[in-house]
């Protein structure tokens, strides 16, 4: 009875090492998670959540003190797009403070660029030399928005595309100067190509899992890429949020939800990841992170720009140029007029409970690790007590 007892005890802890070791797949709908660190993933290949890092990271990059990521390389010119959020560029970078920001889509090459972007490497650092960013558009941005530090604008006005080519610019111990816009791409690291076949950006459904990704200036990952999973909310939710915030006194339960122009997601984003990227589980980009709440109960909500409206606002400003204007233009776009990969299918609700971001376990030891050190244990022990 001892030995049977031993042997079922042995099955059981195999049954939940495999259960913990194979709980997550990229198909599979995962829970939402608190921040973690890219580099962290990155450096161990076992984690259920590396394939989906590896995807996207090297598609990230630092806007000075904020974050942005590279939208696509397809393009006439051999150029890449970089989308970030207006409001980490700073009051007065597109115009004076208080006053109207005319939309524009023009010549990149028109105005200086500016040292400002440090691409990701592979392995999740970032590069010490400046990539060069050039405006290449910018929605309206009304009078009172674009003052007071550019805290109060909206989704709807809070995002811009640029260009960036080749040029890596050195900027210690003194900063470098920019040339004038190269037709060259930038060196990323895109392992599946996914920003070199258009369409490169994406729609999402209601439900879906997204990768929140960006360079924090708080918390425990200061400087660092760091990510977290979260959830898309439907409109009603995304309703709901709302109230639920305003009932806090939260900055964001004061502001209308703009089901055109934004997602509310179900997930984590601190300071500094503002401009980061939002992605599917192929690692499509979807949308562009701008604002988020504080936390309650455990639970923030973020709000990004959807990559649809993105596309949509560049195609109307493009319908309304010259041909001349459009011939100078659309070498830095993708092929014209844009479009947008339709969501993934409805996904099926994980049935595993969530996790944190690594499982815990004795310290320097995963819990799989450990269980399946316990299991060969025990079997050796019922060995032993079944042949002495």
Not at 277 to 298: I, N, P, T
Not at 319 to 346: D, F, H, K, N
């Amino acid at each position: 009875m001892i030995r049977e007892r031993m042997l079922t005890i042995v099955v059981v802890l195999v049954v939940v090492t495999a259960t913990v070791t194979n709980a997550y797949s990229i198909t599979d709908s995962p829970p939402v998670t608190p921040l973690f660190s890219v580099e962290d993933i990155i450096s161990d290949q076992t984690h259920p959540y590396w394939e989906w890092v590896n995807l996207v990271q090297g598609r990230l990059a630092k806007n000075s003190y904020m974050s942005a990521s590279i939208w696509s390389l397809n393009t006439e010119a051999n150029t890449g797009l970089v989308v970030s959020a207006i409001h980490t560029l700073g009051e007065g970078y597109l115009g004076p403070g208080g006053n109207i920001i005319e939309e524009r889509l023009g010549d990149p090459d028109e105005n200086p660029g500016a040292t400002r972007i440090y691409l990701a490497k592979e392995d999740g650092s970032v590069d010490s030399h400046a990539s060069v960013l050039f405006i290449l558009y910018n929605p309206e941005v009304p009078s009172e928005q674009s003052g007071n530090h550019l805290t109060d604008i909206l989704p709807r006005h809070d995002f811009f595309v640029g260009v960036i080519d080749s040029q890596k610019v050195v900027m210690e111990p003194l900063p470098g100067s920019p040339a004038s816009l190269k037709h060259e791409p930038p060196i990323i690291y895109d392992p599946s190509g996914i920003t070199t076949v258009a369409p490169t950006a994406a729609d999402v459904n209601p439900d879906d899992s997204v990768l929140l990704i960006g360079y924090p200036r708080e918390g425990d990952f200061v400087g660092l890429l760091a990510a977290s999973i979260g959830r898309v909310l439907s409109d009603s939710e995304a309703e709901d949020a709302i109230v639920y915030l305003d009932g806090f006194g939260d900055e964001e339960g004061g502001i209308s939800y703009d089901s055109e122009v934004e997602m509310i997601i179900e997930g984590y984003s601190v300071v500094g990841m503002s401009g980061g990227g939002v992605f599917d589980r192929e690692g499509r980009q979807v949308g562009v992170l701008v604002r988020a709440s504080y936390m309650y109960d455990g639970k923030q909500y973020v709000r990004a720009v959807r990559m649809t409206f993105v596309v949509a606002s560049i195609n109307s400003a493009y319908e309304a140029l010259s041909e001349l204007e459009r011939t100078v233009v659309g070498q830095y776009l993708e092929p014209m007029p844009m479009s947008t990969l339709t969501a993934l299918p409805i996904q099926t609700p994980s049935p595993y409970p969530s996790p944190p971001p690594k499982p815990d376990g004795i310290p320097g030891f995963p819990v799989a690790s450990v269980l399946t050190g316990l299991a060969f244990m025990i079997l050796i022990q019922w060995y032993h007590s079944y042949t002495y």
